[in-house]
């Protein structure tokens, strides 16, 4: 199975600061990879599918690059709501599999 | 509104079986490929099982291959989990998610029915 690595495993920063999340697949997944944003007791949300689109209602401080094996999630501009858990998916081979989690804390 | 929702968690004896449901609401579920995702306490999300809209293809984790089947009823606009022979490994939160047309993410997540596996 393709083994997917988030990076950093924590991520602590201020409210306007820029993010920069990683993601890095065992193999080639071309850009069949979305990233998903979880908070505390709710279920996660699909912010970026196919590496670079985003999904409907995402805000446009949220944007996705790469493809292969190498990914990033960047948020341009920390908001309050943004501080979370954020996830990788590849869909490019069964079975589908998820990151560990990046964890954007208030520094 | 577009919905899923989950039910028929709950607490049960290692060795045990437990059906799942995911009733959807505000569009049909003919169009679309259907998953179920889990959560143990404190951790990552794993991809379960995944089935087609037509329910020709399904695709399950190796490691749960045997024990879970996932299922679909179009006509009664619902998607199922039968869980067999659980372990205490089985207890998490499980989700219910939709796909994107092309399966590219998914965009609709029930808020999850616990599955506790416990003597």
């Known amino acids: 199975e393709i083994v997917m690595t988030q990076s950093p495993a924590t991520l602590s920063l201020s409210p306007g600061e820029r993010a920069t999340l990683s993601c890095r697949a065992s193999?080639?997944?071309?850009?069949?990879l979305a990233w998903y944003q979880q908070k505390p007791g709710q279920a996660p949300r699909l912010l970026i599918y196919d590496a670079s689109h985003r999904a409907t209602g995402i805000a446009p401080r949220f944007s996705g690059d790469g493809s292969g094996t190498d990914f990033t999630l960047t948020i341009s501009s920390l908001e309050p709501e943004d501080f979370a858990v954020y996830y990788c998916e590849q869909r490019a081979k069964w079975p589908r599999t998820f990151g560990q989690g990046t964890k954007v804390d208030l520094k | 509104e577009e919905q899923l929702v989950e039910s028929g968690g709950g607490l049960v004896k290692p060795g045990g079986s437990l059906r799942l449901s995911c009733a959807a609401s505000g569009f049909t579920i003919s169009l679309y490929t259907l998953n179920w995702v889990r959560q143990a306490p404190g951790k990552g999300l794993q991809w379960v099982a995944s089935i087609s809209s037509s329910g020709e293809y399904i695709y399950t984790a190796d490691s749960l291959r045997g024990r879970f089947t996932i299922s679909r009823d179009n006509a009664k606009n619902a998607l199922y989990l039968q869980m067999n022979r659980l372990t205490a490994d089985d207890t998490a939160l499980y989700y219910c998610?939709?796909?994107?047309?092309?399966?590219?993410?998914?965009?609709?997540w029930g808020q999850g029915t616990l599955v506790t596996v416990s003597s």
């Open positions: 193999q080639t997944v071309y850009s069949h």
């Open positions: 998610t939709r796909d994107l047309r092309g399966a590219a993410g998914s965009d609709r």
